[in-house]
Nanobody
């Protein structure tokens, strides 16, 4: 059974940092792309960052590049999202997910695996 479990969310002031983690079991991230999707209240999900199965390619949305950094461990079980210079508009539930990752696109939908998410709230 594939499971994705996020942690590391919380309340932070504008300009602060958080590091999210996602432990993946039942499948190896060395075999598929993984990344992060966030959803703010009343908005559509936004695919913000991913890393390919080889760990050689990463993608960032325009809203997160230069502030966020995705990484993973070499055991193929955990991915991370380091979030710096956080803004109130970064407030959302952050889900880790599997999908197709390239340097220019990150595609994931209901046919892929998603975690339940962790809440990130950035106060102004």
């Amino acid at each position: 059974q594939v499971q994705l479990a996020e942690s590391g969310g919380g309340l932070v002031q504008s300009g602060g940092s958080l590091r999210l983690s996602c432990v993946i079991s039942g499948i190896s991230i060395l075999e598929l792309g993984t990344g992060w999707v966030r959803q703010a209240p009343g908005k559509e999900p936004e695919a913000i960052s991913c890393i390919n199965n080889f760990g050689t390619v990463t993608y960032y949305s325009n809203s997160t590049k230069d502030r966020f950094a995705i990484s993973r461990d070499n055991l193929g079980k955990t991915i991370y999202l380091q979030m710096n210079s956080l803004k109130p508009e970064d407030t959302a539930v952050y889900h880790c997910a599997t999908g197709a990752c390239t340097a220019t696109d990150w595609f994931t939908d209901s046919r892929d695996y998603w975690g339940r998410g962790t809440q990130v709230t950035v106060s102004s």
